[in-house]
């Protein structure tokens, strides 16, 4: 069928290698936060990237066992935390499996709360309101509630953030720019940056090296921290990173479950970060939270009781034993994502210490 009107590619809208080569060459070469992020919101705004037939798989979709300890962890410390009034919210929640799963276990536990979505992708909303009818959405974390304590889960969503990049030259450090010739991109050193701003122990390393800071990220965890300090509440934040400050170049490209050219074709591919725990940490204690971890994934799901739910499960469904131990073998297991994967846990002054954080 061919497209009727309003329907198809706009051809006043060209895609989005065209639109960003354009910028660059009126505007001259961009930051490169600002490439990440057009490049990122083309890419989520226009598919659901999740899954065998998409670019890439996350612990939620690899088994409900992840979803399940998440909200078990969010009941516990509801209910060592006085029972109060809370909303439930999940940043970037892809399908909305981890939500699903979290919410059936935590009713299990007595805890049915509203449950927000902060989610910009209008594909991934459709498929979010598939799994969560009721819930509600919000394009930034500025409007979450603010009348009561906010327990928030965040899987793989601060790697989807944009970052800055420094590179070292041969005299000093420099902006990274991206700069365009035709569609093709490539990265540059753009203006020098002054070396006071560029943490002490990195200053003099060796000509080509990268430094990443995530602005983005470090507003969202100071302005979700603020709320937990008045509101009350937590937030559980397992994403892949390090612990900064420290040099490197982690922009990666996913497509069809294998790396990618970060640079090539911005939007057709999921750009990500590693994550610096220690910079988040830091923005939620300066706001007057208590921080914690970050732990691995594998520690902090044994000590949920990722093995006896998977015992629970597998004699509930026999038939489904082999993959049940498989997706918890994945989830855990240090050669595959329970080390590479970290949780880093917020929660309000006076809140108990969250399970999994020893
Ligand atoms: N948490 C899900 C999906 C991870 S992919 C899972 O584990 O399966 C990253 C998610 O963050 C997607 O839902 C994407 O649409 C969303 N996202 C990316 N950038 C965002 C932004 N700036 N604001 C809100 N959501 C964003």
């Keep these: ?32 936060s600002q ?13 659901d990237p999740l899954g065998a ?47 699903a799963d979290a919410r059936r276990a935590m009713a299990r536990a007595g805890l049915t709360p509203p449950v927000h979505l902060v989610e910009t992708s209008p594909a991934l909303r459709a498929r979010q309101a598939e799994r969560l009818p009721d819930a509600t959405w919000h394009d930034s974390v500025d409007t979450l509630p603010d009348d009561r304590a906010l327990l928030i889960v965040a899987n793989e969503f601060f790697d989807a953030l944009p970052i800055r990049q420094l590179v070292r030259g041969a005299a000093g450090w420099h902006e990274r720019l991206v700069a365009a010739q035709d569609t093709l991109f490539l990265p540059v050193a753009g203006p020098a940056v002054p070396d006071a701003v560029i943490p002490a122990p990195l200053r003099a390393a060796p000509p080509g090296s990268v430094i990443e800071t995530s602005p983005a990220s470090v507003g969202v965890m100071r302005a979700l921290a603020a709320r937990i300090v008045t509101q009350g509440g937590a937030m559980v934040a397992v ?11 982690t ?19 999921d750009l990500t970060a590693h994550v610096d725990f220690a910079t988040l940490a830091a923005a939620a204690q300066g706001e007057g939270c208590a921080a914690w971890g970050p732990t691995p994934q594998g520690e902090w799901l044994r000590a949920l009781g990722i093995d006896a739910r998977t015992a629970a499960l597998a004699r509930a469904h026999p038939d489904r034993a082999e993959e049940l131990a498989a997706a918890r073998d994945r989830l855990a297991d240090a050669d595959a994502m329970g080390t590479l994967f970290r949780a880093l846990a917020v929660t309000a002054p ?4 969250p399970a999994g954080f020893a």
């Excluded at 490439?35 to 598919?47: P, Q």
């Excluded at 994403?239 to 170049?249: F, H, L, Q, R, S």
């Excluded at 922009?251 to 591919?269: D, F, I, K, M, T």
């Design 350 to 353: 006076g809140w108990p210490a």
């Design 53 to 99: 037939a998409g670019d890439f798989t996350t612990a939620p979709e690899i088994g409900q066992v992840f979803g399940e300890l998440a909200g078990l962890w969010c009941a516990d410390l509801w209910d060592r935390a006085g029972r109060p009034d809370i909303a439930w919210v999940e940043l970037g929640p892809g399908r909305g499996t981890l939500a």
């Design 239 to 249: 994403d892949y990173g390090y612990e900064g400050p420290a040099v490197g170049d």
């Design 35 to 47: 490439f990440m992020a057009a490049a990122n919101a083309h890419y989520y705004a226009t598919r």
């Design 1 to 32: 069928m061919r497209p009727g009107p309003g329907e198809g590619p706009d051809p006043a809208e060209p895609l989005l290698p065209e639109r960003l080569a354009r910028a660059a060459a009126l505007a001259g070469p961009m930051p490169v």
């Design 251 to 269: 922009l990666q490209a996913v497509r069809g479950h294998a790396y990618a050219n970060p640079w090539e074709e911005p939007g057709s591919r």
